[in-house]
């Protein structure tokens, strides 16, 4: 079945600098891959996704690009914020199978 | 919208226990599903149901039974909790193909003494 490998577990930046979230999936079948983010006390709310036939998406501040070759996407966050302090989960699957998600990063961003 | 509802938010059971956490959609979702949360482990899926009447086991379906009567209501039951059940249990709904955003409830917060 599917895995999906999350790095890294904790990010701390400096607010403005950009923060970069890497993720690597096993099923090369895979072909949705949703970013969500979890505030504290709340459940995921999904960010931004991508399907296996685009290699890049943007919205405003945040962006995911994937390498199907290689079998990983990233999440890209410019100017971040203190508001974007969450953790953040990757997540990858194929026609009606289950989601599997990887193992989260809580990303800090410091004033 | 009240999206996915889950209740209660919190709870504490004794070892032996049992007890069912609910959950609700009002989205007209064919999937449903309940995930636990544990530190460093990320969200492991429990058990799943593509529709009314159908049901499924995820990752770690042990000591949690479900059911699914109708297209809104997903229940998840803990037949004898067990301090390993300590979690956050979030409920989620979804159209049925990937790709279709999966929504999240608010969580559940379960201890087992």
């Known amino acids: 079945g599917e895995n999906v490998e999350q790095h890294p577990s904790t990010l701390s930046v400096q607010e403005g600098d950009s923060a970069v979230i890497k993720c690597t999936y096993s099923?090369?079948?895979?072909?949705?891959f949703p970013w969500y983010k979890q505030e504290l006390g709340k459940g995921p709310q999904l960010i931004i996704d991508?399907?296996?036939?685009?290699g890049e998406k943007k919205d405003q501040r945040i962006a995911v690009t994937l390498n199907k070759t290689a079998k990983h996407f990233s999440l890209h966050i410019t100017e971040t914020q203190p508001e974007d302090s969450a953790v953040y989960f990757c997540?990858?699957?194929?026609?009606?199978?289950?989601?599997?998600f990887g193992t989260g990063t809580r990303l800090q961003v410091f004033p | 919208n009240a999206g996915v509802t889950q209740t209660p938010k919190f709870q504490v059971l004794k070892t032996g226990q049992s007890m069912t956490l609910q959950c609700a959609q009002d989205?007209?979702?064919?999937?449903m599903s309940w995930y636990r949360q544990d530190p460093g482990m990320g969200l492991r899926l429990i058990h799943y149901?593509?529709?009314?009447?159908?049901?499924d086991q995820g990752e770690v379906p042990n000591g949690y039974n479900v059911s699914r009567s109708t297209t809104e209501d997903f229940p998840l039951r803990l037949l004898s909790a067990a301090p390993s059940q300590t979690s956050v249990y979030f409920c989620?709904?979804?159209?049925?193909?990937?790709?279709?955003?999966?929504?999240f409830g608010e969580g559940s917060w379960l201890t087992v003494v």
């Open positions: 099923d090369s079948a895979s072909n949705y």
């Open positions: 149901s593509v529709g009314a009447g159908i049901t």
């Open positions: 997540a990858a699957s194929k026609g009606t199978d289950k989601l599997i």
């Open positions: 989620a709904s979804s159209g049925l193909w990937a790709g279709n955003t999966i929504y």
């Open positions: 991508i399907r296996s036939n685009v």
């Open positions: 989205m007209n979702h064919e999937y």
